[in-house]
């Protein structure tokens, strides 16, 4: 009853903030195509009060639509506020270029823009509604003020419309999920030279007036110039919003990326074991429908926290262990920091939050057996348990639950003497029971069958070390 009221609260609070979001994104449309008919005479001296009011209201309208589709369908989206906030926030620039860049020439229009940037920022049925949405505001804002200003550029602005609608959708799921900027730039180029091929057949099959030189300079320039926009703005909005995207999940596991940079010359052993988990961590992804790149770039932050003391992890131990001579309490306490220190470095270097929360959850508030079971044999009396467990959070997404297993199950197998598959699958098996039993995956939706994929997943990807190896002749 308490999860469910919870629950209850929690997407009304997401719903809250949303709206807040849809209605600044409104405000911000309005007030610049207010301003923009406002510098325009006929529209300045005819168009009354109550006509702004009814013209903005029909804006706010369109725009609610949006809103109320993600709403009704897209329950995760409403509750990531981030990249709901951009994808409003690409939405409003995207109407705002295009109403503004009319005023040069019509054909200039990026119409396609909002498909462009938010493929990269999110997925493409997303993509494909907001284009919709975008194209939608466009066109009436324009037709408004074509009938305001007794302009005949209707066919021109329709003919952009369709553009934006027909090349948009292909542009939001062909490009959705492409993890190469170059690649991105490759298929936005073809997309965009073949919609203005079709805009130029269909101008010259039912066009009222033959094309300019200006006008196919224009159509080409603003068509062709905004897949090179959308590559500027990505990383810009990926940035101000902080978000993951496979293009930002790539660049984020780069082994020059500062943070990792940092693991890999102060703390060598760990970062050698964070290149395991990420190996496991992205064949278990993959083998249960979740993100192979997120689970990636996880693995590589998740042990980030033992930069602040190296030498007190035994990956990082030339020799001698500093804990022999520490108090067991003392030794838990520096070992289970890592996950909270860890997650100080990530905000630190502002790794996004579905990177940066595995490092508090991959080791949930498991118990630190080594040093309980040290501090139990030092004194006589009761030791409590919660001194020597973890304080972070059990795992909440798959991903968390994946690096969790992939991070006990790769030190474990690689402190068992010669392993083999018979003992790998019995090892795994009572890790994963050990946290049910524990109570670790309550607050993460990872059914059974997934974590008998995962553990069959790891096995299968330990398999190279079980065949026997042929002897070649004359080496020794």
């Given at each position: 009853m308490d999860k469910a009221i919870s629950a209850k609260k929690s997407r009304r609070g997401a719903i809250a903030r949303a709206f807040c979001i849809y209605f600044a994104?409104?405000?911000?449309?309005?007030?610049?195509?207010?301003?923009?008919?406002?510098?325009?005479?006929?529209?300045?001296?005819?168009?009354?009060?109550?006509?702004?009011?009814?013209?903005?209201?029909?804006?706010?309208?369109?725009?609610?639509?949006?809103?109320?589709?993600?709403?009704?369908?897209?329950?995760?989206?409403?509750?990531?506020?981030?990249?709901?906030?951009?994808?409003?926030?690409?939405?409003?620039?995207?109407?705002i270029a295009n109403v503004y860049l009319e005023t040069i020439n019509s054909f200039l229009m990026p119409?396609?823009?909002?498909?462009?940037?938010i493929s990269a920022l999110s997925n493409g049925r997303d993509a494909f509604c907001a284009n919709i949405f975008t194209n939608v505001l466009i066109l009436f804002i324009l037709l408004t003020q074509?009938?305001?200003?007794?302009?005949?550029?209707?066919?021109?602005i329709v003919s952009k419309f369709a553009q934006g609608l027909t090349a948009g959708t292909i542009v939001a799921y062909w490009l959705s999920g492409e993890t190469r900027r170059f690649g991105f730039i490759i298929k936005g180029l073809i997309v965009a030279v073949l919609s203005v091929v079709a805009v130029f057949a269909v101008v010259a099959a039912f066009g009222e007036h033959t094309l300019t030189l200006a006008d196919i300079a224009y159509l080409s320039g603003g068509t062709l110039g905004q897949v090179f926009l959308a590559v500027v703005l990505q990383p810009i909005f990926e940035a101000i919003f902080n978000l993951v995207t496979d293009m930002r999940l790539v660049e984020l596991t780069d082994h020059n990326a500062p943070l990792v940079k940092r693991l890999k010359e102060e703390a060598p052993g760990t970062f050698i074991h964070s290149l395991a988990v990420a190996n496991f961590a992205e064949v278990c992804a993959s083998a249960i429908g979740e993100n192979p790149y997120l689970a990636r770039a996880c693995a590589y932050y998740h042990d980030v926290g033992k930069l602040m003391n190296p030498l007190h992890f035994k990956e990082n131990q030339p020799d001698g262990n500093p804990h022999d001579g520490l108090l067991p309490e003392v030794s838990a306490e520096i070992i289970r920091s890592h996950s909270t220190e860890g997650k100080k470095l990530c905000?630190?270097?502002?790794?996004?939050?579905?990177?940066?929360?595995?490092?508090?959850?991959?080791?949930?508030?498991?118990?630190?057996?080594?040093?309980?079971?040290?501090?139990?044999?030092?004194?006589?009396?009761?030791?409590?348990?919660?001194?020597?467990s973890y304080h972070g959070h059990t795992p909440v997404s798959k991903i968390a639950a994946i690096?969790?297993?992939?991070?006990?199950?790769?030190?474990?197998?690689?402190?068992?003497?010669n392993p083999d598959a018979e003992r790998v699958d019995n090892l795994l098996r009572k890790l994963i029971s050990d946290r049910i039993n524990a109570g670790q995956f309550d607050d993460c939706d990872i059914t059974l069958r997934d974590l008998d994929v995962i553990r069959r997943t790891i096995i299968a990807a330990y398999g190279g070390q079980f065949h026997k190896r042929i002897k070649y002749g004359g080496l020794s």
């Open positions: 994104a409104s405000a911000v449309i309005v007030t610049a195509t207010v301003l923009k008919f406002a510098l325009i005479e006929h529209i300045r001296d005819d168009f009354s009060v109550l006509s702004y009011m009814l013209f903005s209201a029909v804006i706010a309208i369109i725009l609610l639509g949006h809103f109320l589709y993600v709403v009704c369908s897209r329950r995760k989206l409403l509750e990531n506020r981030r990249e709901f906030g951009a994808i409003y926030a690409a939405m409003a620039f995207t109407v119409a396609m823009l909002a498909a462009f940037v074509n009938r305001l200003t007794g302009s005949e550029n209707y066919y021109t905000d630190e270097y502002r790794i996004p939050p579905e990177v940066s929360d595995v490092t508090v959850e991959h080791h949930g508030t498991l118990p630190i057996y080594v040093f309980y079971n040290k501090a139990k044999q030092l004194t006589d009396g009761d030791v409590n348990i919660e001194d020597y690096i969790m297993l992939c991070d006990s199950g790769e030190a474990a197998i690689r402190a068992m003497d």
